[in-house]
């Protein structure tokens, strides 16, 4: 009987979508149908998640992380401004529980992110008078952070996104980055080279976003192979994948596929999500309770989703995730971004609030039908059996 098995996880997956799928996996973790077990003989399935989670305050999206989820990014606490926030004073406690938290359920744990020219506290490039820092300053200290926190999570931590959006759309170098303007081209090879020094069995990624556009993905792509010209460890390299309803292509989703595993490197998809509003960025840092014209042009669904919306937006989950099974030889990982709608960067940025739905899981932690699409690309067609 070929066609049972595959009925009987339908009908499983269609129960799941009302509430009681947390119930489920929790009473039966091995069998009750999870985005992880799903995809378990494609790639890691992925989330970033938040102290309240970890921590266990968050009872609405800890048993989500828990059941379809087996490898977690911390969405913020790595960054250097929460763990080193001052020249001297390092706050490891919020990441030693994300550490605990993953490897207490069995996760593939992953760092994020080692060198940034955001959320990166000022003091980094800069001397006791307020003035820019000479170049081996720079280094120096870029070699003690990332020594201090690679070193502590040293065969804990899985891999790392050892340097993240350090190239602009055009393909060249970000001019305004202060690890570049101060150091120099080498910042990036520095930066993998302290990484491996620190802990040599770690995987180290280059992270970016927006690489499914062609002059910004050669730009990546040149940059990593002079790296792998001069022999600087790098084993990964991850495309954010912060989505649009009409951006990217599927064709250029699967072009960009192709083109990172052709570096030789693991892919992974890191962050995605898919923003359903409308472009906000030329409002940037704007206050929508301030505005309200602005307000009604920007925050467009502030009740719910239209169904014809949702219809879209499903499809373009479960096309995504069709692109990814069929390149499943080249995915390590498809990581989500943040567990929930409710939980989502995109409720805030660029302008605040807004009441965005980009997540396969609603604000009350329900499994949406974009959702059950992605499952169902899980399942063996009939022409594949
Ligand atoms: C970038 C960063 C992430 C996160 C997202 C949005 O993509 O890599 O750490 O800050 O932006 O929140």
């Keep these: 009987m070929k066609t049972k098995p595959a009925l009987t996880l339908l009908a499983a997956v269609i129960l799941s979508a009302g509430t009681p799928i947390l119930a489920a996996d929790k009473d039966s973790p091995s069998t009750a149908p999870s985005l992880k077990t799903v995809f378990k003989d494609s790639f890691l399935v992925g989330v970033a998640i938040n102290e309240n989670q970890f921590s ?28 080193h926030p001052e020249p001297n004073r390092y706050n490891f406690d919020p990441a030693d529980r994300f550490v605990a938290f993953g490897e207490t359920n069995g996760m593939t744990i992953i760092g994020h992110t080692l060198v940034w020219h955001n959320q990166t506290p000022p003091w980094v490039f800069r001397n006791d008078k307020g003035e820019l820092v000479d170049r081996d300053t720079l280094l120096n200290r870029m070699r ?8 502590r999570y040293k065969g804990r931590i899985k891999g790392w996104d050892v340097v993240n959006e350090a190239v602009y759309p055009d393909g060249s170098i970000r001019a305004t980055n202060h690890w570049y303007h101060i150091i120099g081209d080498d910042f990036i090879a520095k930066a993998f080279q302290f990484a491996h020094e620190a802990d040599p069995q770690a995987e180290l990624y280059y992270n970016d976003f927006a690489l499914e556009d062609k002059p910004k993905r050669d730009g990546v792509i040149r940059i990593i192979k002079q790296l792998q010209a001069q022999k600087i460890p790098i084993h990964g390299i991850g495309s954010q994948m912060h989505a649009r309803l009409d951006w990217p292509s599927i064709q250029a989703v699967e072009e960009h596929i192709t083109a990172l595993a052709a570096l030789g490197l693991k892919v992974m998809i890191t962050e995605l999500d898919i923003d359903v509003l409308p472009e906000a960025r030329q409002y940037r840092g704007t206050n929508l309770t301030e505005n309200a014209k602005l307000n009604t042009e920007l925050n467009i669904y502030p009740k719910g989703l239209p169904a014809a919306v949702e219809t879209e937006f499903t499809k373009r989950y479960a096309d995504f995730f069709r692109v990814f099974r069929k390149h499943a030889d080249k995915i390590d990982r498809v990581t989500f971004w943040c567990v929930t709608d409710a939980d989502s960067w995109l409720n805030y940025w660029p302008v605040t609030p807004r009441v965005n739905y980009p997540l396969l899981f609603d604000r009350e932690g329900n499994p949406k039908l974009a959702f059950e699409a992605v499952m169902k690309v899980a399942q063996p067609t009939a022409k594949n059996k």
């Design 56 to 83: 266990g305050k968050d009872a609405r999206g800890l048993p989500i992380v828990q059941s379809h989820f087996n490898s977690i990014t911390p969405e913020n606490i790595l960054k250097w401004e929460a763990v």
């Design 144 to 151: 003690e952070h990332i020594h201090t926190v690679v070193g």
